[in-house]
Structure formats: C-alpha cells, structure tokens
C-alpha cells in the first residue's frame, strides 16, 4: 500500500487534485470544475466523489496520510478560506474543518503561493535551505516567505503580501483597490499594461502592434521578445525593474538564501531574470550584494499546485 498525501488546489475555475508520495512523485492525478454545486459543502460533496472514484479506479492502493489544500485567501491558522474575490463562495469558509469531517482524515490549509514555497522546500531547488522566498508570477503575484525552516504567517496567517508592497506612489489601480502594488507591474497583466504604454510612449514599428488589443498576451510579448523585438525586449526590462528593485527591499527584511520564480511569466527565462537580478543587485544593502541566488523554480508547473499543497500534508501529518 502506497503511502501518499492528497494534495488539492482550489482555483477560481478548477480545482487539481493529485496523491503525491514523501518524494514528490503524483501517482494519481484528476481535475474538476470549482464551479460545481452552489455552496461549499455541496462542491465538497462533488470533490468526495471524484476523490473517490479515482481511488477505486486506480490500481494502486493508498494510505492516506493527510490532506493539503491550497487556495485563495488560505489562512493556515484556522483553516479557513476568507473572503477570496475570486471564488463564488464569499464570506468565510471553514474548509479544513468541514473536509476533515467528511472525510475522515486530518486536512490542513494555507494560501496558493505558500504551498508553491513548501513545495519548492520538500521537493524542489530549496531542498536544505532555511531562507528562501518565492515569488510566483501568474496573473497576479504572490509570495511564499521561508525563514530559519518556516514559513511566515505572521500573527493573522495573511503575512507574505508581496505583490502589494506599493513600488509606484499614485501608480496603476490593483484589484486590491489601492494604487501602485507590485502585482500591477510585475505578473502576466502587470508586463501586458506595460505592453500598452511602451507602445504608445515609442511609436516604433513592433511585432506587437499588429496585434488587437485582447490579442496582446505577456505570452505574446514573450514570443516577439524570443524574436529580436527591441519593443518587446524593453517591456520585460521594465518589467524585470520593477520586480528587480522590490526584490532588492524584501532581502533588507528577510536576507534569504535564495529567491525563485514561479509561474507563467518566469517560463520566460532570461528575458525576466536578467534584468531582474540586474535591478535587484544594483538596489541592495551593500552587505547583501552578491549573496543572493535568484533562481526559477525547479517545481514542474504542470502539477506544482498539487504538489505543494501535499508537501503541507506531509510537513504537518508524516509524525
């Protein structure tokens, strides 16, 4: 019998859930609409039943340790889902005791990006490392912050709010209604708004300017960058400053080892991470040039979520 942690990643639209061994390894891996049933308890009773169902399919056989679910708004101390704009549950949730009940095995909860940093702990290129963050460069930008072997919860469970340290005063509108965040500046929409300023400000022939608006993608921007174009080029430099300089402020707090790059955007690889350890290393303390690795992620992205959100079973379950 194969001993495995669940892992569960709730999404505004899917949910991933994979049996993911103390080594990382998913044996058995499924999806499902979020959407499903019209409150949580009634998606709860749809997760049991893929969960099911794909157990009794299989043709392992599992003892289940725990489960781990990452999620919008997880609070790791009470296990609850808070007022996530993007999930049609509203208010608070009270996930792992709900799912604890139903299932009959031990869950433990926490936000999407502090899976991704337990994940890159247990089994990917922070394995050994006591200070670390990663930074995961989606649609919005989160933050998983690692310092002497824990993550940082900070007194609430909501510490680790990267993406909206202001970096622009009176900057771009967030969706978390301020202005200025991070987030606006350095993620998958972040590189698109500046896609439309450059363009703009330069009036220069570029790939990009064929393109209708809905069409310009950071994926986009991307493959004209892979093609030489100095528009597209200049749009990951701005991007890669922005997240360079805050970078640089976020070491003065923690001074981590190490700093990874997940998601979409980082799959850009050098056109992001050049000018971002160019920017972060001429904006640091002096006592901190040169001791920092900024790194992509080692995790696959494809099962990432799933994998981090075990990795927190295994962390709090595997006595």
């Keep these: 019998m194969r001993k495995v942690g669940i ?20 044996f058995l891996e499924t999806t499902m609409s979020t959407l499903l049933g019209e409150t949580f308890e009634e998606y709860l009773e749809e997760l049991y039943n893929v969960i099911e169902t794909a ?90 912050i690692v310092v002497n072997g824990e993550l940082v919860y900070g007194h609430d469970g909501f510490a680790g709010e990267l993406g909206h340290v202001i970096v622009e005063k009176g900057g771009r509108v967030c969706g978390c209604g301020r202005r200025g965040c991070l987030e606006t500046y350095a993620s998958a929409t972040g590189i698109r708004r500046t896609a439309f300023e450059v363009i703009a400000d330069r009036n220069q022939e570029t790939l990009l300017s064929s393109l209708s608006y ?28 922005y997240l360079g300089e805050a970078l640089a402020d976020f070491v003065a707090n923690g ?43 080692q995790l696959n992205e494809g099962d990432a979520a799933v994998v981090g959100a075990a990795a927190l079973a295994w962390k709090e379950f595997n006595v």
Excluded: C
Excluded at 7 to 26: H, L, P, S
Excluded at 127 to 142: A, H, S
Excluded at 214 to 224: G, L, M, Q, R, W
Excluded at 271 to 290: A, C, G, V
């Design 7 to 26: 892992g569960i990643d709730i999404g505004g639209t899917n949910t991933q859930i994979g049996f993911v061994d103390e080594d990382g390894k998913v």
């Design 55 to 144: 157990k009794a399919e299989s043709k392992e056989k599992f003892d289940i340790i725990g489960i781990g679910v990452g999620a919008p708004n997880g609070n790791f101390y009470k296990g609850t889902i808070e007022f996530a704009p993007n999930l049609k549950w509203k208010g608070v949730i009270e996930v792992t005791k709900l799912m604890t009940e139903k299932f009959g095995i031990p869950a433990v909860l926490t936000n999407d990006a502090n899976a991704a940093a337990i994940g890159e702990m247990m089994f990917g290129g922070a394995k050994g490392m006591n200070n670390f963050i990663i930074i995961t460069l989606g649609t919005g930008l989160g933050s998983g």
């Design 214 to 241: 809905d069409d310009i993608t950071s994926f986009k921007i991307y493959e004209a960058a892979q093609n030489g174009d100095h528009i597209a080029r200049e749009i990951f430099r701005e991007t890669g400053r």
């Design 255 to 297: 001074s981590p080892e190490a700093i990874f790059l997940f998601g979409g955007l980082a799959n850009a690889g050098d056109l992001i991470l050049e000018p971002t350890e160019k920017y972060m290393e001429e904006n640091l303390l002096h006592i901190f040039k040169n001791k920092v690795k900024l790194q992509i992620s």
